[in-house]
């Protein structure tokens, strides 16, 4: 089954500096890969997704996420950090061999804190 | 467009007493999840439908927990009897069928959660 290792539990980065929350992944096939995000009493919010082609995928609110198929990691970026990225971000994977029978498993979620 | 709605949003009960909770997917996205997410963790599936048949409810503890998707658009989850091991929140989420919209490509849209406490 696939899953997914959110190797930090906390980040901290300070207002505009770069920041990276990493994530590493485990399927049999090829994976549909994502990010979310969370606000404090909120449902997830989606970021962004890798499916196929270009190994960087821009998503929402100008992060961005690198696929690395050798490392099985899907790390999300951003160049600048903002006081409001601050949240909890969870990656999650599909498995695209079995897209058509299968869930989207999470990761534990990191919490990112960027401070002014 | 209207997301995934859910209700309640905050529940509050003793442990023994029932609860239920209802969700209201994306129109026209035929595939509905139910999932726990228990503080500080990732959301953990507890039954997926396609339209009103339950394809996946492996996860789902069946001697206290139930779910119906009756006509293949609303969905009901409910505990009965809720324990203090509950205490989580409950999302909903819904996503079209693979194949049946053009472009979509395995995201969930994620209603803004049921939270229950147990006391």
């Known amino acids: 089954a696939q899953s997914v290792a959110q190797p930090e539990d906390q980040v901290n980065v300070a207002e505009g500096n770069p920041l990276t929350v990493k994530c590493t992944y485990s399927?049999?096939?090829?994976?549909?890969l994502f990010w979310y995000v969370q606000y404090p009493n909120r449902g997830l919010q989606f970021l962004l997704k890798y499916i196929t082609g270009d190994n960087l995928v821009k998503g929402s609110y100008g992060f961005e996420a690198e696929f690395n198929k050798s490392q099985t990691s899907f790390h999300l970026k951003k160049p600048s950090a903002l006081v409001s990225d601050s949240a909890l971000y969870f990656c999650?994977?599909?498995?695209?061999?079995?897209?058509?029978?299968?869930?989207?498993?999470f990761g534990a979620g990191t919490r990112l804190t960027v401070k002014p | 467009e209207a997301g995934v709605v859910q209700s309640p949003r905050y529940k509050i009960i003793e442990k023994k007493q029932p609860v239920a909770f209802w969700c209201n997917p994306i129109?026209?996205?035929?595939?509905l999840y139910w999932y726990r997410q228990n503080l500080g963790q990732g959301p953990e599936l507890l039954i997926r439908?396609?339209?009103?048949?339950?394809?996946?409810d492996s996860q789902l503890p069946k001697d206290r927990f139930s779910a119906e998707r009756l006509k293949g658009v609303d969905s009901t989850l409910k505990i009965q009897p809720a324990e203090l091991g509950d205490s989580a929140v409950y999302l909903c989420a819904s996503s079209p069928s693979p194949g049946t919209v053009h472009g979509h490509t395995g995201e969930l849209f994620f209603g803004e959660g049921s939270r229950l406490t147990v006391l």
């Open positions: 399927v049999s096939g090829n994976p549909y």
């Open positions: 439908y396609e339209n009103e048949e339950a394809v996946d």
């Open positions: 129109s026209g996205h035929n595939t």
């Open positions: 999650a994977v599909r498995d695209m061999k079995r897209y058509n029978n299968n869930d989207m498993r």
